[in-house]
């Protein structure tokens, strides 16, 4: 198990610093469309101060505040016969 996940818990505290007088809530969660990515939207702060934050879930169950690299193609050599 990787000792070093990011939990969505952890990082609503450090981004949002909720607190029962400006609380944070999730408003949107689901897949990206395109790449199915896996996201969380959370809303917290003050009235006059407002913030929105998008988490990603990686391959490895941490979240962060980016998507993850997406594999793209790539060249190799053939190893075949001539």
């Known amino acids: 198990m990787n000792e070093h996940r990011t ?3 952890s990082l609503v505290d450090k981004w949002l610093a909720p607190t029962p007088s400006t609380p944070g ?3 949107n969660f689901g897949h990206t469309a ?3 990515l896996r996201y969380v939207r959370l809303e917290g702060g003050a009235a006059t101060a407002p913030r929105a934050i998008v988490f990603f879930r990686h391959d ?3 979240w962060y505040v980016f998507p993850p690299l997406q594999a793209r193609p ?3 050599r ?3 016969s001539r």
């Open 74 to 76: 790539a060249m190799g």
């Open 78 to 80: 053939c190893h075949g």
């Open 25 to 27: 809530w999730v408003t």
């Open 7 to 9: 939990s969505l818990r």
């Open 34 to 36: 395109s790449s199915h």
């Open 60 to 62: 490895d169950g941490s």
